[in-house]
């Protein structure tokens, strides 16, 4: 009779690793082409953590309307920033792995995996955890690189991981770290990071700190990512010693024509450049690697909107990436949690 569950390729006298740590982000599209967008926003826009309309009305908008349209804009984004490794996403992601995975001096004879996982697109989160199964791994670490928890983020990668275990025979033990939004050592790398740049451009009239948007009956319902972002803006500008008129927390990247999280990082500028402010510094704590948002949305279009409203200097501050402040701080989180 064939099971319903899956089971172990190795017998538990046959491992050799103990503990696989993954770390995961939002996901990429395989190609910077429609048909490769559509196969991605399909599989995004169809998860109920990031869409909340009742499930018939928003099959009927995502496949009659969205998914008819928004893959070939989408498509046109991507172009411009794919590079010749592939999604810039999924290039920091592995090279994040790398540097981690020399931090933690972690090599083919250790006892500890590490891999990379998307929620959306590839490499799956379903894919990486069956490569642990298949190497008779029975403790996981799960690090999304979410900062600030959220559902739509954070819970969904949740999801992800218990709706594959829950087809395994043997579960394996598992540790989900959800968050690190007021770590030390994370406001401590963002704010090295923007006091280098201050120190290369001079410090700007205002640092902006955007964080990726959410509806707002998300905050309404009780998700607490809102907070989360205001006490990471609280706990940079306390490390960078900066006055309450310095900087400014916002929200970007929205759509649809419900409220979302306001500020809106758009409008702000906007504002901002017609009320005399010249210099801008932006930068996206939520982020932990570059992507779409950021180098396409932030870096480009924000800086159009800054500087046709009247501003002179606009300046995006990257995201963390494999800086080596960043992947210690990685390190550290997932140190915390080894079996001892």
Known sequence: MKSRYIGRTKSVHQRKAKVGILLTNLGTPDAPTAPAL???LREFLSDPRVVEIPKFIWWLILHGIILRVRPKKSAKLYQSIWTEDGSPLLV???????????IMRLDEQ???VMDVAMRYGNPSIAQALNKFQAQGIDKFIILPLYPQYGGPTTASTFDAVTQEIAKWRWIPSIHFINGYHEHPLYIKALANSIQNHFNTHGKPDKLILSYHGMPKHFLESGDPYFCFCHQTTSGVAKELGLKDDEYLTTF???FGKAEWLK??????????AQQGCKHIAIIS???SA???ETLEELEEENRE???NAGGEQYHYIPALNDNDDHCQLISSIIEQHLPR
């Open 305 to 307: 909107i800054f500087i």
């Open 290 to 292: 570059d992507c779409l």
């Open 252 to 254: 970007q990247s929205r």
């Open 263 to 272: 500020p809106y990082t758009d409008e702000t500028l906007e504002e901002l």
């Open 110 to 112: 250790s006892e500890v």
């Open 38 to 40: 559509k196969r991605y």
């Open 285 to 287: 704590p939520a982020f």
């Open 92 to 102: 920091i992601m592995n090279k994040i792995r790398n540097k981690v995975a020399h």
